[in-house]
């Protein structure tokens, strides 16, 4: 079936460094590619997307990069902030008789001060 | 504006005692809706999602069932619960006027007992 992997599950780094999440999806009709963060207890909140026909979309700190042919996406979050901590999900979404989106296991962001 | 709500926000049950949560969307029409289990500390697994009224695919074989009764209206049951149906559910829904994006409700925070 579908999957999606992501990497690393835990990262931490310093203030104002960048951080970077990869994924690998497996579908090839996958054709759109959310980002969410998750604070603790709450709901996944949605970031930023990419859309199969674009191969880079910057907002602000973030940015995120799609490699179709490689079936690989990033995000990459530059001049990281404490409130940046959370839990960052991809995603892969694809159209098979309804909107279907298979989540990533999820990397923990660690923002030390 | 389009919403979504879930409930309810946490319940506490016994092991083979019934489940029922629920979650509706206001402001839209036809929607995609999805049940989502996010086990402690884990990623996001897609359980159920549903293109129109009684219209379910399920994902994962398991002990949960899920209904949609209106075209508004989701909602996840068991009929005998176990200690590894614990997380945190959450309700997620797309519109077909907002792209592909999922948006997630408050979610349900679930402890089997």
């Known amino acids: 079936g579908e999957n999606v992997e992501q990497h690393p599950s835990t990262l931490s780094v310093q203030e104002g460094d960048s951080a970077v999440i990869k994924c690998t999806y497996s579908?090839?009709?996958?054709?759109?590619f959310p980002w969410y963060k998750q604070e603790l207890g709450k709901r996944p909140q949605l970031i930023i997307d990419?859309?199969?026909?674009?191969g880079e979309k910057k907002d602000q700190r973030i940015a995120v990069t799609l490699n179709k042919t490689a079936k690989h996406f990033s995000l990459h979050i530059t001049e990281t902030q404490p409130e940046d901590s959370a839990v960052y999900f991809c995603?892969?979404?694809?159209?098979?008789?309804?909107?279907?989106?298979?989540f990533g296991a999820g990397t923990r962001l660690f923002v030390k001060a | 504006s389009q919403t979504i709500h879930q409930w309810p926000a946490t319940l506490v049950q016994p092991v083979g005692s019934p489940l029922s949560l629920e979650c509706t969307v206001e402001?839209?029409?036809?929607?995609?809706l999805y049940w989502y289990r996010q086990a402690a500390g884990r990623g996001l697994q897609l359980l159920f999602y549903?293109?129109?009224?009684?219209?379910i695919s399920s994902e994962v074989p398991q002990n949960l069932s899920a209904s949609r009764p209106q075209d508004r209206q989701f909602i996840l049951s068991s009929k005998k619960l176990l200690l590894s149906d614990s997380g945190f559910y959450l309700c997620?829904?797309?519109?077909?006027?907002?792209?592909?994006?999922?948006?997630f409700g408050e979610g349900s925070w679930l402890t089997v007992v």
């Open positions: 402001g839209t029409s036809n929607p995609n």
């Open positions: 995603a892969a979404a694809s159209y098979t008789g309804g909107f279907k989106t298979i």
């Open positions: 579908d090839s009709a996958s054709n759109y």
């Open positions: 549903s293109i129109g009224i009684d219209q």
């Open positions: 990419i859309r199969s026909n674009v």
């Open positions: 997620a829904w797309i519109s077909a006027g907002a792209g592909n994006t999922i948006y």
